[in-house]
């Protein structure tokens, strides 16, 4: 029987709100937002690649053919390809109605610099955290790049477990897992000159697949530590989780300084989820508690993928139009996270679950 951890459920949900205070702190002027740890909170992007990888790793364990990877890819492209497109689509249509109304009104920026039919390609096709020639920055819905990274990974996530079956190495795939880890990011530091982690367009596919394999490698230590953590008392978690905690809410805060060696953010999410996974301390304990908490896990994806565009036209009606000046966001910030909150309530439901509904009948007439 598969096991819905919870917990790290929860933590994404946290830190996909932590990354909508991050883009929404540009239009801000508040300490609310403008602060270190809100500045740093990019960072928690890592965090969805190294629990992906441990949630994979435990939900896939093998693949003997070919068939089993096709299906395995189909399965995860209808996971996060649906939602991916809408609001590519999305943006497409804002900047259409844009450089439409910009005859008429004053608009700041008729043209998104960096949007385009090529970078919209990249998009569309899942390889916009490649590094390809002619772009510069990140376009159209900027979280995208992530999700490129994360169907790049699930390609060699795939081709590696069914290599390993054909060459009798599954025995030795958590070692290949940290080997794999091991050279992208070696990849990244050689090519980027930089022990530096934060790319996106540029190699943000490396970022992914070192996050990814690192939580593939998490899940093997959690299984095969599993018997001798679940006798431990519960004060020994309880204290694990609180410094876990501390953790990482200084080494956000410091992230200025921290970012330039990015591997502490693997190794610290690495012991986040694997402390986290047994769900037994003080801090899980409050969690579990918390109702609206249990939602923003569910609704993770659909708050990191639609709150960029929502951040932006929250800001033009309140901010250009409305003429709110940006230290209101200091409680504008509460609304524009509830409108997210919402939208993204809506498209789990009629998005994401609809299509996984599909995925399941799809999978079953094979």
Not at 103 to 111: E, F, G, I, L, R
Not at 251 to 275: D, Q, T
Request: proline share 2%.
């Amino acid at each position: 029987m598969k096991h819905r951890f919870r917990i790290l459920d929860t933590f994404r949900g946290i830190f996909a709100s932590m990354v909508v205070f991050f883009h929404l702190a540009d239009f801000a002027d508040t300490p609310l937002l403008n602060n270190d740890f809100v500045r740093n909170s990019d960072m928690f992007v890592d965090f969805f690649f190294v629990l992906s990888g441990f949630v994979i790793a435990y939900n896939y364990q093998s693949f003997s053919k070919t068939e089993d990877i096709g299906m395995f890819l189909q399965k995860r492209l209808y996971r996060i390809y649906p939602l991916h497109v809408l609001m590519l689509f999305a943006f497409l249509f804002i900047e259409l109605v844009k450089g439409s109304l910009s005859a008429y009104v004053q608009v700041n920026q008729p043209v998104g610099q960096n949007n385009n039919l090529y970078s919209f390609l990249t998009s569309l096709f899942l390889i916009n955290s490649v590094r390809m020639p002619g772009i510069n920055d990140v376009s159209w819905n900027i979280p995208s790049w992530s999700i490129s990274a994360e169907m790049i990974s699930y390609v060699v996530y795939g081709l590696c477990l069914w290599l390993m079956y054909k060459w009798k190495m599954l025995r030795q795939k958590f070692t290949f897992f940290l080997l794999i880890t091991l050279l992208a990011f070696t990849a990244m530091v050689w090519t980027n000159n930089s022990f530096r982690l934060n790319y996106s367009f540029d190699y943000g596919f490396l970022r992914g697949i070192i996050g990814f394999f690192i939580g593939a490698f998490c899940y093997g230590i959690f299984d095969r530590s599993f018997a001798y953590f679940k006798n431990l008392p519960k004060l020994f978690f309880d204290c694990a989780e609180v410094l876990v905690m501390g953790a990482i809410i200084s080494m956000i805060y410091f992230g200025a300084y921290l970012k330039e060696v990015g591997g502490v953010y693997e190794v610290l999410f690495f012991v986040s989820i694997l402390i986290f996974s047994f769900e037994r301390g003080v801090v899980s304990d409050v969690l579990k508690k918390s109702v609206f908490l249990d939602k923003v896990g569910l609704y993770s994806y659909s708050i990191y993928m639609t709150h960029a565009l929502l951040i932006s036209l929250f800001n033009v009606l309140f901010v250009r139009i409305l003429k709110f000046p940006p230290s209101a966001y200091v409680y504008l910030v509460f609304a524009n996270y509830y409108l997210i909150y919402k939208v993204s309530e809506w498209t789990y439901k009629h998005i994401e679950m609809r299509f996984k509904v599909r995925k399941k009948t799809a999978v079953s007439t094979v």
